[in-house]
Nanobody, 116 residues
């Protein structure tokens, strides 16, 4: 089993920035078919925010394009989500995930709260 631990969440005013980190107990982010960040607002569905493949290709939800950036370190044991120009609607619990045909790992989530 691989453990994923998110960090970097907190309270920030609209327009501010946060950088989320997800640390893996093993270097799986470089080999996983899909590494990504999801978020879930209170009473809402858990939605995909951003992904990065083993080849480095990235995708973003329309709601965060131009504001969020997903990346990973060269060793493949940490994935990041840089969040800029934050909006109140970005408030959610953010989860990182690593997926392949053999596994689907999830972190416990980190709370991000954006105040008006």
């Amino acid at each position: 089993q691989v453990q994923l631990v998110e960090s970097g969440g907190g309270l920030v005013q609209a327009g501010g920035s946060l950088r989320l980190s997800c640390a893996a107990s093993r270097s799986i982010f470089s080999i996983s078919n899909m590494v990504g960040w999801y978020r879930q607002a209170p009473g809402k569905q858990r939605d995909l925010v951003a992904t990065i493949t083993s080849g480095g290709s990235t995708t973003y939800a329309d709601s965060v394009k131009g504001r969020f950036t997903i990346s990973r370190d060269n060793a493949g044991n940490t994935v990041y989500l840089q969040m800029n120009s934050l909006k109140p609607e970005d408030t959610a619990v953010y989860y990182c995930t690593a997926k392949s045909a053999r596994y689907n790992y999830w972190g416990q989530g980190t709370q991000v709260t954006i105040s008006s």
